[in-house]
Nanobody, 126 residues
Framework: QVQLVESGGGSVQAGGSLRLSCAAS????????MAWFRQSPGKEREGVAG????????YYHDSVKGRFTISRDNAKAILYLQMNSLKPEDSATYYC???????????????????WGQGTQVTVSS
């Protein structure tokens, strides 16, 4: 079992930045891939960014490429999402997720992810 706890959400004006963190605990010794998803009311959960076990492989949704950066500190078992040049359409609840299915994690299919955090709210005002 892996427990995930997100932090760092908040309210920011368009053009601003936020950094989300996701602390993992439990069975973190096994290799797993991770991702950030987001969901806003009335919309499906969508994958925003994903990262491989060692941090060398990263994937991004087209809408955030060049603005968001995913990273992980395996020694501290923390996942990060640096979000720059935020837009109102980035407003959503952001979730971190972990999966042992590293062959497919880049597809951002929620069903592939074994563990989820409780979410942190990001609100971007225009």
């Amino acid at each position: 079992q892996v427990q995930l706890v997100e932090s760092g959400g908040g309210s920011v004006q368009a053009g601003g930045s936020l950094r989300l963190s996701c602390a993992a605990s439990g069975s973190t010794s096994s290799p797993y891939c991770m991702a950030w998803f987001r969901q806003s009311p009335g919309k499906e959960r969508e994958g925003v960014a994903g990262i491989g076990t060692g941090g060398g492989s990263t994937y991004y949704h087209d809408s955030v490429k060049g603005r968001f950066t995913i990273s992980r500190d395996n020694a501290k078992a923390i996942l990060y999402l640096q979000m720059n040049s935020l837009k109102p359409e980035d407003s959503a609840t952001y979730y971190c997720a972990a999966t042992y299915s590293c062959a497919t994690f880049w597809r951002f299919w929620p069903r592939d992810y074994n563990y989820w955090g409780q979410g942190t709210q990001v609100t971007v005002s225009s």
